[in-house]
């Protein structure tokens, strides 16, 4: 189970490749590519396939995505938001801003903080990922902080921080996994 987010590979057919900019790889038949030294693909949480299914059409979303780690890899989905709380009114938020500020409007309601402050860091930890899983390093003129966390841990960045210390819990992650595939 641990392999599945240490791996350093994955499996790639030419169009696929070509969509996320992997060179080398031709013809319609699946094959394994491994990724030595790289820090932009292998592992479950640098799939494209989970990494779409955690962001909305036109943008990435750290809160599914921090929600849907919380849950399925680290065992600890945070509660469900209150009935009454208010979506994020995006029209009033410039789109031009940085995703970490477009999000600080729920953290610095106390109600809000009290679940996003858990939730958002580990969704900033794979903003290197657009919407559909390609690697960036800026969103538009912006770049990315990927600073994140995990409760109960120190700090880390980017998506081999979170992988480090989803890793440093290892019989945590085994049976969250499990539980989930079951």
Not at 32 to 49: I, M, Y
Not at 83 to 90: F, I, Q, R
Not at 100 to 125: K, M, Q, T, Y
Not at 134 to 152: E, K, S, Y
Request: charged share 20%; proline share 7%.
């Amino acid at each position: 189970v641990l392999d599945l987010l240490a791996a350093d590979y994955t499996f790639l057919n030419e169009r696929l490749a070509k969509h996320y900019g992997i060179p080398g790889v031709y013809g319609t038949r699946f094959r394994r590519v491994s990724f030595e030294f790289s820090a932009e693909r292998g592992g479950l949480l640098r799939q494209g396939s989970v990494l779409a299914v955690t962001s909305f059409a036109n943008r990435t979303s750290p809160v599914l995505r921090g929600v849907w780690g919380l849950d399925n890899i680290y065992g600890a989905p945070p509660a469900p938001a209150p009935a009454d709380v208010p979506a994020l009114d995006e029209s009033a938020i410039a789109a031009s801003l940085p995703m970490r500020e477009r999000l600080a409007e729920h953290r610095s309601n106390p109600v809000c903080a009290s679940c996003h402050n858990i939730i958002d860091p580990v969704g900033f930890a794979l903003e290197n990922f657009d919407a559909v899983g390609r690697w960036r390093d800026h969103d538009g003129d912006n770049a990315i902080d990927i600073a994140g966390g995990l409760p109960g841990m120190t700090g880390f960045a980017g998506v081999a921080g979170l992988e480090t210390g989803l890793l440093s819990r290892p019989e945590l992650v085994a049976d969250t996994v499990t539980e989930k595939l079951l």
